[in-house]
């Protein structure tokens, strides 16, 4: 049996990640494609209480303890529920993955990248996406969209412009290594656009 495809959405907070995952999981399942669709932190009890600690805009979290619970939360997922679908020949959505730590951490938080690289190469077995989407977009503009929800934001939203300016650098860094794995699509744009480029991005791999 062939391994399934994992496919990974990224971009800041703000990016519209969660409403491309919910209308491209629809999209690709009115294809016929079987794909489980999961988020970060989360899909497994132990992530989700991870989740919990590190959204909390009342804890105070260091950097190296912010990574290596998000490297924790990762770690479970990947043996309890990611790895047994992907053998089994299943695709998978997920929101986020890896190159968010090395976008938030590495990047903006100053740890390194190679250094967040390597705590994650433990926490995943080498695990790596066939695709990721990479939703582009000026920190502004994503958070004006944050507002426009109005919704509270948890410990990582309150964050300020610079740092989520180190963030998006982070990510399109990322994208300009690997850019067979990672494609950049326009957030700016309105959804259906956003969901078209994905598809597109994704059609070499069926």
Do not use: C
């Not at 907070?13 to 989360?42: C, F, M, N, Q």
């Not at 938030?104 to 967040?116: C, H, S, T």
Request: aromatic share 4%; no cysteine; charged share 30%.
């Amino acid at each position: 049996m062939a391994r399934g495809r994992l496919i990974t959405i990224e971009g800041i907070d703000g990016a519209g990640k969660t409403t491309l995952a919910l209308s491209l999981h629809a999209a690709l399942a009115e294809r016929g494609v079987d794909i489980r669709l999961l988020r970060e932190p989360g899909g497994v009890e132990l992530a989700e209480r991870i989740r919990s600690l590190v959204t909390d805009p009342s804890l105070s979290v260091g950097a190296p303890a912010e990574a290596l619970l998000y490297a924790a939360a990762r770690a479970q997922l990947v043996q309890e529920l990611l790895a047994p679908q992907l053998e089994a020949g299943n695709w998978v959505l997920l929101d986020r993955f890896v190159d968010s730590s090395l976008a938030y951490q590495g990047a903006a938080r100053g740890l390194g990248v190679e250094r967040i690289a390597a705590v994650n190469e433990l926490a995943t077995g080498g695990l790596k996406a066939d695709r990721t989407l990479l939703l582009d977009i000026d920190p502004i503009s994503a958070r004006a969209r944050q507002h426009e929800r109005a919704l509270v934001p948890d410990r990582l939203e309150r964050e300020d412009r610079e740092f989520f300016d180190s963030v998006a650098e982070g990510y399109r860094e990322i994208a300009r290594r690997e850019p067979e794995r990672v494609r950049v699509i326009d957030a700016a744009q309105g959804a259906d656009l956003v969901l078209a480029e994905a598809l597109e991005a994704l059609a070499d791999l069926f």
